[in-house]
Nanobody, 126 residues
Framework: QVQLVESGGGLVQAGGSLRLSCAAS????????MGWFRQAPGKERQFVAA????????RYAESVKGRFTISRDNAKNTVYLQMNSLKHEDTADYYC???????????????????WGQGTQVTVSS
């Protein structure tokens, strides 16, 4: 099993920045795809960003392009999400995800990810 633990969430004013981290432990996979989803109260879960193991493929939701940056440190089994120019509509619980191995490309469908973290809350005040 793989455990994903997110950190870095909190309360920030609109226009501010936060950096989320997700550390994977247990049976980790060096060639996996890792990423982030989010879910706001009363709304459906939404893909945010994902990155494959060698940085060969990165994908962002249109709503965060140019503001969010995903990165990973394979030696630390950690994925990061740098969030800049935050907006009120970015308020949500953010979930780290991982596949159990390599995939062709980086996908936005939640069902394609095998492991999910417990989530970290991000609140952007307007």
């Amino acid at each position: 099993q793989v455990q994903l633990v997110e950190s870095g969430g909190g309360l920030v004013q609109a226009g501010g920045s936060l950096r989320l981290s997700c550390a994977a432990s247990g049976r980790t996979f060096s060639s996996n795809v890792m990423g982030w989803f989010r879910q706001a109260p009363g709304k459906e879960r939404q893909f945010v960003a994902a990155i494959n193991w060698d940085y060969g493929s990165i994908r962002y939701a249109e709503s965060v392009k140019g503001r969010f940056t995903i990165s990973r440190d394979n030696a630390k089994n950690t994925v990061y999400l740098q969030m800049n120019s935050l907006k009120h509509e970015d308020t949500a619980d953010y979930y780290c995800v991982s596949t159990s191995g390599p995939r062709v490309g980086v996908q936005a469908a939640g069902a394609l990810y095998d492991y999910w973290g417990q989530g970290t809350q991000v609140t952007v005040s307007s």
